[in-house]
């Protein structure tokens, strides 16, 4: 299976030449698409050089500033455009562990083709966020779940990968959605298309030295979380009324 790990990028100069061999290093074999957008701190070109030593390793370049989604729906296209069996969704500033990549794209050899690195499993945790964040995730989970019926913990995370086979039955220039509620209208399509989902345990501890610039709780005060929670209902209900007046099958809903 040929597995592509996609990176969006902005300013991680810190941190892009570690995260690079750290994928390397669990995942020898796989691709390495790092989408940047426009870092004015030299990241694409630190990426270039890299791919001089490391295999299969490239860069996208972008002129500005775009959004999450559109990052990861531009490196899904690349991918399915260079015939990658597998797409995976991955941060650069080591909030995922390189690690976890091997458990993460597994169940994809099984039949599955969704593999979330849940939160909120058994096992699963984040446990250097603040209350307020943490209410942040887990409300916008509840709420995605009570809404759209999505059956999953963590349709939230960031951490993923997707058969090719999925991404290609969706159409990519219909999701509409960025950040937080980028990853519930992927986890929405994914179902709505008949995708066989998974959630394999993830959590943040033991990463060490790994976290140079991971996101903590003071940065994201809560006014901010409100905001990004509102987006959030604004992503599910739009998607919930795409459900009732019929522009998606009913049937994609999942009991």
């Given at each position: ?16 030449e ?26 694409a ?25 559109s ?47 849940s ?7 984040i ?7 943490h ?20 349709s ?8 090719a086979?999925v ?29 066989a ?7 943040r501890?033991?990463?060490g030295?790994y ?23 604004y ?14 099958d009913p ?5």
């Amino acid at each position: 299976m040929r597995v592509l790990v996609v990176v969006p990028t902005y300013n991680e100069a810190e941190n892009v030449e570690r995260m690079l061999d750290g994928i390397h290093a669990a995942l020898p074999e796989a691709g390495i698409l790092v989408v940047d957008d426009g870092s004015p701190d030299g990241t694409a070109d630190l990426v270039e050089t890299a791919a001089k030593a490391l295999p299969d390793v490239h860069v996208l370049r972008r002129s500005a500033k775009s959004g999450l989604g559109s990052a990861y729906r531009a490196g899904f296209r690349w991918g399915l455009e260079r015939g990658y069996d597998a797409c995976v969704e991955m941060d650069a500033d080591f909030s995922h562990d390189p690690a976890a990549l091997p458990g993460l794209v597994a169940p994809l050899s099984d039949g599955y083709e969704v593999s979330i690195g849940s939160r909120y499993v058994a096992g699963g945790s984040i446990p250097d966020w603040s209350w307020h964040r943490h209410l942040l995730s887990w409300g916008g989970n509840r709420y995605a779940t009570v809404v759209l019926g999505l059956a999953v913990a963590d349709s939230t995370a960031g951490f993923r990968a997707y058969a090719a086979s999925v991404l290609r039955r969706i159409d990519l220039d219909e999701v509409r959605a960025e950040g937080y509620g980028f990853q519930i209208e992927m986890t929405y399509r994914a179902k709505q298309h008949g995708a066989a989902i998974t959630e394999v345990i993830f959590g943040r501890a033991g990463l060490g030295s790994y976290l140079a610039t991971a996101i903590t709780s003071k940065n994201i005060p809560v006014v901010q979380g409100a905001v990004v929670l509102i987006g959030i209902g604004y992503v599910v209900i739009n998607l919930a009324v795409d459900l009732i007046v019929g522009t998606v099958d009913p049937r994609a809903r999942i009991a």
